[in-house]
């Protein structure tokens, strides 16, 4: 039996499915993401898990107990959320310790594990100081050593970095998958940014509506989505019908409904120049309608036999050559059109 293992899961409120008898598992030690629009359940997930929201049908097993209809505080479970909900009159010091205090443990108790927790998350130092004295991220790692102090079978966190500012967020993503590993806690991160559960995961749950469309490790997720929702959620994949790559190709055989294609695999050459692309694949003339610079990956929008296609290149000085307006031959390569269920 797996470490945490979920069936049939089921919430619904008035009219909608929150979760549509759901299962999954993961094991011991694992950082699992659950990831998906807004409004597909997440959170639902997860406070189902902890038991703040109790579901209609299914069951939670954890380490081979069911912990289904258990109160919250006897599931052993922590949970850190977006807003970090920090006692405002306390400092980090007791912030920590709260909890291990109500337990009734006394303070030179519980001193070594707060000590302890604080060198963990980076924040010697800081032991005297106010919530309103530290850094939204600084805030963060205070909420995320409160939860942690009290040893958790499971760590829940919901969209816990979706607040900080991109250069810290990437910081603190690091830093918790380093204090995760470090402990070897099993973890559940829910977040709507597929960059953020692509590097941070171990496996990956795509959630739609209530429902879990793919499951997988971040390399499968992104090379092989399962259907059109994970393709165009994951990975700005152009997503083709088959008549449509028919058309682009000028034959071939596609014997599935749909094909997904990375931008960042299709080629582009001037007309009449650059070299002779290799391999497997189909070169169609098309033009260029607009690029934009993102920074290191410049993106493309090309027409090609009443196509749009996205093609992204790095943004390398030899790329420079292709213009707006411009004439192109598009090289799609055939081993990187994905079938789609
Ligand atoms: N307390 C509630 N009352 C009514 N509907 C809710 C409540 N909580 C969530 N929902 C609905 O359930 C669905 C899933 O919500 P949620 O789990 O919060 O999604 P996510 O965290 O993925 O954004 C949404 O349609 C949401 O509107
Ligand atoms: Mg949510």
Redesign the pocket.
């Known amino acids: 039996m797996s470490y945490v293992q979920i069936d049939n899961l089921t919430k619904t ?2 009219d ?1 499915i ?1 979760l549509n008898h759901l299962s999954l598992t993961f094991d011991k030690g694992e950082f699992v993401t659950l990831l ?1 629009p ?7 997930l997860l406070r189902s898990i902890a038991g703040l929201a109790p579901t209609e049908e299914g069951s939670i097993h954890v380490d081979g107990v069911d912990i289904t209809h258990l109160k919250p505080k006897d599931r052993e479970i922590g949970m850190v959320f977006q807003s970090y909900g920090l006692f405002p009159n306390m400092t980090v010091l007791e912030n920590i310790g709260f909890g291990l205090r109500m337990k009734g443990m006394k303070k030179s108790e519980y001193e070594g594990k707060v000590k302890r927790m604080i060198e963990l998350v980076d924040l010697v130092g800081k032991e005297q100081s106010y919530p309103h004295q530290l850094s939204g991220g600084q805030q963060q790692r205070v909420a995320l050593a409160r939860s942690l102090v009290m040893e958790p079978k499971i760590l829940l966190l919901d969209e816990p970095l979706s607040a900080l500012d991109a250069k810290i967020r990437k910081n603190l993503q690091v830093e918790l998958r380093r204090i995760q590993r470090e402990l070897s806690i099993t973890t559940v991160f ?1 977040t709507h940014d597929q960059e953020e559960a692509l590097t941070i995961s171990d496996r990956i749950f795509v ?1 739609d509506l209530g429902n879990i469309v793919q499951s997988g490790n971040p390399e499968e997720i992104y090379t092989h989505p399962a259907n059109e929702f994970v393709a165009r959620f994951i990975g700005n994949y152009n997503v083709l019908r088959a008549e449509q790559l028919r058309q682009l190709t000028g034959g071939g055989s596609f014997a599935a409904v749909s094909y997904a294609i990375r931008p960042e695999v299709i080629q582009l050459f001037p007309e009449h120049a650059g070299p002779e692309p290799s391999g497997n694949g189909w070169l169609a003339a098309g033009k260029v309608k607009d690029i934009t610079v993102t920074g290191n990956v410049l993106r493309y929008l090309v027409e090609s036999q009443d196509q749009r296609l996205q093609v992204d290149h790095l943004n390398t000085a030899k790329e420079l050559w292709i213009q707006r307006d411009m004439n192109v031959n598009v090289w799609i390569p055939a081993e990187e059109c994905v079938p789609l269920g």
């Not at 807004?38 to 639902?44: I, P």
């Open positions: 409120y008035k909608t929150a998906g807004s409004g597909c359940g997440k959170s639902t829910v959630m």
